[in-house]
Nanobody, 114 residues
Framework: QVQLVESGGGLVRPGGSLTLSCAISGTTWNFNLLGWYRQAPGEQRELVAVMSGGGTTHYADSVQGRFTISRDNARNTLHLEMNNLKSEDTAVYYC????????WGKGTLVTVSS
């Protein structure tokens, strides 16, 4: 049973930084895809950043240059470093792993506000 648990969300001021983590358990570390998605109130869930099994990354235009996705193979953990945060980054952030099928975490709330 693959399980994903996000952490690291919270309240941060505009221009600030935050790093999210996603601990993945229950399987070997051979995913087809790992990624971060977010859902703002009243909006659909959207892609933030993804990483292929080979390490290729892709970012949404809105976060390009500000966010960085990375993986720690030794700890089976996925990270999302977020810099220069804006109010429009406020959302629940979800971790996703594709391993035969899609697996999702329950999300962590990021609020960017002064």
């Amino acid at each position: 049973q693959v399980q994903l648990v996000e952490s690291g969300g919270g309240l941060v001021r505009p221009g600030g930084s935050l790093t999210l983590s996603c601990a993945i358990s229950g399987t070997t570390w051979n995913f087809n895809l790992l990624g971060w998605y977010r859902q703002a109130p009243g909006e659909q869930r959207e892609l933030v950043a993804v990483m292929s099994g080979g390490g290729t990354t892709h970012y949404a235009d809105s976060v390009q240059g500000r966010f960085t996705i990375s993986r720690d193979n030794a700890r089976n953990t996925l990270h999302l470093e977020m810099n220069n945060l804006k109010s429009e980054d406020t959302a629940v952030y979800y971790c996703k792993a594709v391993y035969g099928k899609d697996y999702w975490g329950k999300g962590t709330l990021v609020t960017v506000s002064s």
